[in-house]
């Protein structure tokens, strides 16, 4: 199988392709990035694998794109802008990258008439429930509330409308907050890990009630990989961990296992549109045979300790050159 990885060197996607290299030494991995701020290099490196190549481009370019893809592919899009507080100070890179820049893969993938195409989505598309909701289901209706969201949801529509009107071989899966090794220093786990360790405090939006569901990022690697085998084409995928919990309580257990006290939160103004709570009945993957693995304390302690071990990685990110550009 030739599967190409578009924002492979993200997060998810670096650690997508370090599971399939591992799983599935035969396959072909094609990276396909542009390495914005959030895309390193450096999340792949010391991968041993003859049949992976990176090639930097960006999903918006569908002259490279054509010269990419090839009839047959498996295209799992990860690429995206994906941080919401950048969405809320300048939403235009997220309309570009995430909707356009969708648009062009859907093209293309249809042109070159690529065997399946994973849309990468989010569970925040169902915008916020209350503490009483029931989980959203994937037939449920998008209420995004951010631009980041918004972006997503406007991603799926678009993927929508290719298989209603083309019968276009595409699946979609939401999946809930990821954490795990090789996730950018601005989002709320790597965040308050990196800044307890350099002995700072930790921004904590509001009064930190607002809900989470958390996945160990393997976890979801093994869904998407489901979902590539057994997945039904034109349908969507919700991935949740299970594992909600308010981000007081989550800040309480890193302060814990980095061995500080609560007198390093600091309660900060909230987020605009901050989304109270999101959960995700998973039932539909949980039928193709998929369940998380990963026990939330143990995994969250590992993280903690890759971060711990891997400051050479994250330094750099986070006070240096290569930190966020917008
Ligand atoms: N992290 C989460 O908790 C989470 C949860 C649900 C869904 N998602 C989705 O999963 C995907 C990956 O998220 P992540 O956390 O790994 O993000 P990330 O920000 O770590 O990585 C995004 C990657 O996309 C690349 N990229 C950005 N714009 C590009 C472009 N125009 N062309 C090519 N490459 C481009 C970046 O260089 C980077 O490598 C995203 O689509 C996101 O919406 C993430």
Redesign the pocket.
């Known amino acids: 199988m030739r599967i190409l990885i578009?924002?492979?060197?993200?997060?998810?996607?670096s650690n997508f392709i370090r599971y399939m290299s591992g799983k599935y030494p035969s396959y072909e991995l094609i990276n396909?990035?542009?390495?914005?701020y959030?895309?390193?290099i450096n999340n792949l490196s010391g991968l041993d694998n003859k049949n992976y190549k990176f090639i930097k481009?960006?999903?918006?370019d569908k002259e490279l794109l054509r010269e990419v893809i090839k009839e047959g592919d498996v295209v799992v899009?990860?690429?995206?802008?994906?941080?919401v507080d950048n969405s809320i100070l300048d939403p235009g890179i997220f309309v570009m990258?995430n909707v356009l820049?969708v648009q062009s893969l859907l093209d293309v993938t249809r042109e070159r008439k690529a065997k399946l195409f994973v849309q990468?989505?989010?569970?925040e598309v169902y915008g916020s429930l209350d503490f009483s909701q029931k989980s959203s289901l994937e037939h449920h209706p998008l209420n995004p509330s951010s631009p980041y969201s918004a972006s997503?949801a406007a991603a799926e529509m678009l993927c929508l409308a290719c298989i209603k009107t083309f019968n276009q071989p595409i699946v979609i899966t939401r999946?809930?907050?990821?954490f795990g090794p090789y996730?950018?220093p601005e989002?709320i786990i790597p965040l308050f890990v990196t800044n307890l360790l350099d002995g700072k405090k930790v921004p904590l939006y509001g009064d930190g009630r607002n809900i989470r569901d958390w996945i160990y990022v393997l976890d979801n690697c093994e869904a998407i990989d489901f979902v590539i085998h057994k997945g039904e084409p034109g349908e969507i995928y919700n991935v949740g961990g299970g594992n909600e919990i308010p981000n007081r309580e989550l800040t309480k257990k890193i302060l814990k296992e980095v061995g500080k006290g609560e007198s390093f939160i600091e309660l900060v103004e909230d987020r605009l549109g901050h989304d109270l709570r999101y959960s995700l009945d998973s039932s539909k993957i949980n039928s193709l045979g998929w369940r998380p693995r990963f026990e939330f304390d143990k995994a969250l302690k590992d993280t903690i300790e890759w971060y711990k071990n891997n400051k050479n990685w994250w330094e750099p990110l986070k006070y240096g050159s290569g930190r966020r550009t917008l």
């Open positions: 578009t924002g492979g060197s993200g997060f998810i996607g396909f990035d542009k390495l914005t959030s895309g390193n481009g960006d999903i918006c899009n990860f690429a995206a802008e994906t941080h990258t820049g990468i989505s989010t569970d997503k999946s809930s907050n990821n996730q950018f989002k």
